[in-house]
């Protein structure tokens, strides 16, 4: 097979396997996502593979030890996957890799799959013997917000230090068009649970006098965001800017909205995405419309997901969103408010001789200059990573773009982009080998701690 085949084969075989980091019954099948990477991390050459369990788990260390006076770099994915929803609503089966024209459909295809998949790809290239230092990372609690991820960096600190850390679970710009990350929002969660009465009554008899607690809830949930879509909740800080010009047409197509439909907040849409809040209702719990009677609920709740700004603690947001919801329930209402994960935004520094390496690489596999762009999504392994090892350069980068539908069904990723990003790999690889030799790598360095 030739290296692409073997990436199709490797990206086919992982998307076989459910491995639903938030679901309990398919805890199982995230044991198997992470036996089955080592095996093939095994099958690259890599002559040190450790399969973990514990924090982060099931996860995979893997390690190619420098040459001398050669640096070190950890290339990171996760083989936790969101889960598919209604399998109705997929073209294909999730479970089984399908291609369509230069797209390969499946969950976890581009969300990250896709890229343990170009870590492997890159790996086979040089048949077990890279010319730099090379760990492969690859967590298993990202998908529910990581958790456990300073932990598990304290406790593997040595085999995780290096010089460089490429993160591939971000996004491009567009297919063909490569991006590095500067900022990325955190992310938290929490439900809130608005209680009315001890039992339901009929709405004919109390109606009028006695609120329900669905409609008391809806009326909280309004009081999130402001007439233009703004989030309303006090105490969300915003520092960044990005001078990326995003248009207002480019973002409706690729989100599909419908016609019609408005775009929601104010400020540059680059801002809107990757610099400010976003709040989103991502599940309630009421009584379905098939199985509705004329009755008045006593209890009703929603799932409430914050995308945290860059520069701001993930923890902080989560109160404050907490003590939003705490104010602004109507007519005096019970509030039970439960915590949720929460992942701290981050913000990667592009300067550095490895950084600069990377985007000459990228941008001789691509054929055009990389862009600089935030990201909306949370990668919580960031900023942990930074502040374990200050002195590392970063590049966060991804495979996916804006119509890979991450999280959703019909889920895909580009096949094109993602020889290309093998492709910048390799390139960096040996780049890097080029540098002035160093005294000591930075795995040489924990050695001696």
């Not at 690489?361 to 960031?382: D, E, H, S």
Request: net charge negative.
């Amino acid at each position: 097979m030739t290296l692409a085949d073997e990436l199709i084969s490797d990206l086919s075989r992982m998307v076989a396997i459910p491995s639903v980091g938030a679901l309990e019954e398919h805890h199982k099948d995230l044991t198997t996502s992470a036996e089955l990477i080592a095996h093939l991390l095994t099958d690259a050459g890599c002559p040190d593979v450790q399969l973990l369990d514990g924090p982060a788990a099931p996860a995979i260390i893997a390690h190619f030890p420098a040459p001398a006076g050669m640096p070190t770099i950890c290339f990171y994915a996760h083989h936790d996957v969101q889960p598919v929803g209604d399998p109705d609503d997929w073209v294909d089966d999730p479970w089984v890799l399908a291609r369509h024209g230069d797209r390969l459909f499946g969950r976890g295809a581009a969300d990250d799959k896709g890229g343990v998949a170009c870590h492997l790809a890159m790996l086979r290239a040089f048949n077990g013997q890279p010319p730099v230092g090379v760990t492969i990372f690859v967590e298993g609690e990202e998908e529910i917000g990581s958790p456990h991820i300073d932990q598990f960096i304290e406790e593997h600190r040595q085999d995780l230090a290096a010089d460089a850390y490429v993160i591939l679970d971000a996004g491009n710009l567009s297919v063909g068009r490569p991006a590095f990350t500067t900022a990325l929002r955190g992310v938290c969660d929490l439900i809130v649970e608005v209680k009315t009465l001890d039992h339901a009554l009929h709405s004919g008899q109390f109606g009028g006098v006695v609120p329900d607690a669905l409609t008391t809830l809806c009326r909280l949930l309004a009081t999130l965001h402001t007439a233009n879509g703004d989030v309303a909740v006090d105490g969300l800080t915003v520092t960044g800017h990005f001078d990326v010009d995003y248009s207002a047409q480019a973002i409706r197509e690729e989100a599909g909205l419908l016609d019609g439909v408005e775009q929601i907040g104010s400020g540059t849409i680059a801002d809107r995405l990757w610099a400010k809040p976003s709040l989103t209702v991502i599940g309630m719990d009421a009584v379905s419309v098939e199985q509705a009677s004329n009755t008045l609920s006593p209890q009703a709740r929603a799932k409430i997901s914050l995308r945290v700004p860059p520069g701001m603690s993930a923890i902080t947001a989560q109160q404050a969103l907490a003590d939003h919801c705490r104010r602004h329930v109507d007519w005096g209402a019970q509030v039970d408010i439960v915590l949720g994960s929460a992942g701290n935004p981050g913000e990667v520094d592009v300067d550095g001789p490895i950084v600069a390496a990377g985007m000459a690489a990228y941008r001789t596999a691509f054929g055009c200059q990389p862009v600089l762009i935030g990201q909306g999504g949370a990668i919580p392994l960031v900023g942990e990573l930074h502040r374990a090892f200050p002195q590392a350069e970063f590049l966060v980068t991804g495979i996916a773009d804006p119509d890979s539908r991450m999280h959703a069904p019909n889920e895909s990723v580009s096949a094109s982009d993602l020889k290309k990003t093998v492709q910048a790999q390799i390139l960096l690889l040996n780049s890097l080998a080029e540098l002035p030799r160093r005294s000591e790598s930075a795995a040489e360095t924990m050695e001696t701690i």
